[in-house]
């Protein structure tokens, strides 16, 4: 199988377009016994996804060019997710499927950095059905292991569910009505909200920043919103009225590099993120204001002596919690 990817070009762009890839996803099973009987997988089912890492995409490569972004990883595995599940394991087409967990630890460094010729990305991706009712798993759970130029370098998990039609609707319903609830708990800017210059979150475009200036308290602590562009199909609302899952895991990683730069001093263009463990617990409506709170532990050093930053996170709408996360921002010379 090709995939055209979605994530790499963005919906409505043209595949001329700088930062087009083309990537293949090939089915590895363990056992060819239930596809000659035409019957859905109950079990592990293993892939390789492999391709040209982009060098020339809008806002993964946007910046100073040091390293690959590991988000190629989780936005590949967010694209492929529903497919596998529909394809592999007989879950219906009109039952979409929503990741609520995704982590990823980069365990080679040296391997994301960038080089003047393309990088060969392969994803090993081991998937497994879970809470299976009447034969069809309500969700799926993710194992991944990434190699770069033939170079293991990060492993990861991730884990979706699968929601049937009018359980879908009544949520979104649901989310929206929650969210306006009780109006004196109502969470926005006290005045105008400025973007950072896009060098303190490692990126070179304005078009790319979606995170305010913060307000910092005692600690380092950070408190930044997320900025929605409503002309980036990437980086703004989906056609159900949320922010997209793009728009939430690049605000994670701006508000940690931003973080872990103001907090300590970590240079941000040298900075890449080594961990992220994301839990989302709720939808981000997109005409209500989001807001990020970020909290920097202290400075360490990895295995080859690099300076370290944990940041933890959280995501809240109205005071209600969107997101949840922890990183670790790494600095490489």
Known sequence: MTIESTAIVGPGLDHGLPGHATRHLIHCPPSWDHYLLEAPSSGEERFLLTGDAPSTHPLF????????DPQLVTEAVREIGEFVGQQYFGVPADRPGLFYRVGLGVTEVAAWRAGRGPARMTTELRATPANTVNGV??????HLAVSLNDVPCATGTASLVFVMPGLHRKQLAHSRWAVRAAPELADEPDGPVRPVEPGAVGRDAAANVVVSEPTQSSQGRLSTWILLHRDDPALGATADGHLTGTLLMESLRQAS???????????????????CEVHFRGYAEADLPVRCATVPGPVGRDAAGRPTVPVTLTLTQNRRTVAEARTTVVQDF
């Open 257 to 275: 590099v931003l973080t872990a730069g103001r907090a300590v001093g970590l240079v941000p263009e040298r900075a890449m993120l080594a961990a």
């Open 61 to 68: 490569n946007d910046g100073p060019g040091h390293f690959h």
């Open 137 to 142: 798993p309500r969700g799926m759970d993710f």
